[in-house]
């Protein structure tokens, strides 16, 4: 079964410094993708980043950048220029296929992200 | 275009109950999936519908289960409720899958069952 792995279950920022989240994620598959998705208090699951594994160029998405280690099965998150609306649940997840041509999303445990003033 | 919906935001329920929660994709996606979040076990996918058929469906007792109208609406119900079903209930829409597009979760449905 694939697992995904977030070691940090809170952290926290000052507003306009770089924190990095860290997330592992086992599988046996070549090809696949990675996820993070952010869950603010209003609930809703939004999708920062995404990442195909077989693209060795690591994601970007404005101030949101990932360093994808295949080989280590590591997907870190970075957030530069950290601001006040970046609080919230930080989700990284990972596609696992399914019989019939459907998928389903693996999530990890969530790393709650606070950006201080 | 409007996002995903889902009714009702909150839900409080006996157990015992049966409870359906509903879910408007976004407009022109035929993928619905069901995720269950709870502080303990985390996320966890429920189940998912394409083109009204169930595709697949994750490790849930048969108290849970869903089905999906042909304008891609999607319910899900759970019958007998037990404590241990309160959580968040999130549902996600996409026009084929995760990996060939993205989903697009909506706000939730929180059930508490007392």
């Known amino acids: 079964a694939q697992t995904v792995t977030q070691s940090q279950p809170e952290m926290s920022v000052q507003e306009a410094e770089t924190v990095t989240l860290s997330c592992t994620y086992d599988?046996?598959?070549?090809?696949?993708?990675l996820f993070w998705y952010k869950q603010p208090p209003s609930r809703q699951m939004i999708l920062v980043i995404r990442q195909e594994a077989y693209k060795q160029q690591n994601a970007t998405e404005n101030r949101f950048s990932v360093n994808f280690q295949k080989a280590a099965k590591s997907f870190s998150l970075k957030i530069s220029d950290s601001q006040l609306g970046d609080t919230a649940m930080y989700f990284c997840?990972?596609?696992?296929?399914?019989?019939?041509?459907?998928?389903?999303?693996?999530f990890g445990k969530g790393t709650k992200l606070t950006v201080n003033p | 275009k409007a996002g995903v919906t889902q009714t009702p935001r909150y839900l409080i329920k006996t157990r015992g109950q049966q409870v359906t929660l509903s879910c408007s994709p976004i407009?022109?996606?035929?993928?619905v999936s069901w995720y269950q979040q709870t502080p303990g076990q985390g996320l966890q996918f429920l189940f998912e519908?394409?083109?009204?058929?169930?595709?697949n469906k994750g490790n849930f007792p048969g108290r849970f289960s869903g089905r999906q109208f042909s304008n891609s609406r999607s319910e899900m119900n759970v019958s007998t409720l037990e404590l241990g079903d309160s959580a968040l209930y999130l549902c996600?829409?996409?026009?084929?899958?995760?990996?060939?597009?993205?989903?697009?979760f909506g706000n939730g449905t929180r059930l508490t069952v007392t």
């Open positions: 997840a990972f596609i696992e296929n399914l019989q019939g041509g459907s998928e389903k999303l693996v």
């Open positions: 407009s022109g996606h035929r993928s």
């Open positions: 599988t046996s598959e070549n090809n696949y993708y």
């Open positions: 996600a829409s996409s026009s084929l899958g995760g990996s060939h597009s993205p989903l697009h």
């Open positions: 519908y394409f083109s009204e058929t169930q595709r």
